[in-house]
């Protein structure tokens, strides 16, 4: 087998590792995309199990971490928490104007005024 042959060889497997790379890149991301929901989903449904079981004991009940609170924790831990990118993992070096927009506007009620004419 010459040298043009083997070079061209090795660059068909080169190809071929690269696309099976990015296809587990893909994979491990879906997997972190996925994880993140069901452990936001984890913690609302044990907050609702937390309330239903005080409730029923007839204790009062103790107000759990508010929902910015969790929504800043799960941004700080490196995903993110916009509609464009929601549970993909974030670079902790660098912040994502979407998810800072939700957050510093999280729970606020925007009022529009009318022009009265």
């Keep these: 087998m010459d040298s043009y042959s083997k070079l061209k060889q090795l660059h068909d497997s080169m190809e071929k590792m690269t696309k099976t790379v990015e296809s587990l890149e893909n994979d491990i991301l879906e997997t972190l995309k996925e994880n993140t929901e069901l452990k936001v989903e984890n913690k609302l449904l044990r907050e609702k199990l937390d309330k239903l079981t005080q409730a029923s004991k007839n204790e009062p009940v103790v ?5 910015l609170e969790s929504i800043r924790q799960i941004y700080d831990s490196g995903y993110h928490i916009c509609n464009m990118y929601y549970g993909s993992h974030r670079d902790p070096n660098a912040d994502c104007m979407f998810c800072l927009d939700i ?10 005024k009318k022009d009265n004419r």
């Design 63 to 67: 107000k759990t971490q508010s929902g």
């Design 103 to 112: 957050l510093d506007n999280f729970g606020e009620k925007k009022t529009v």
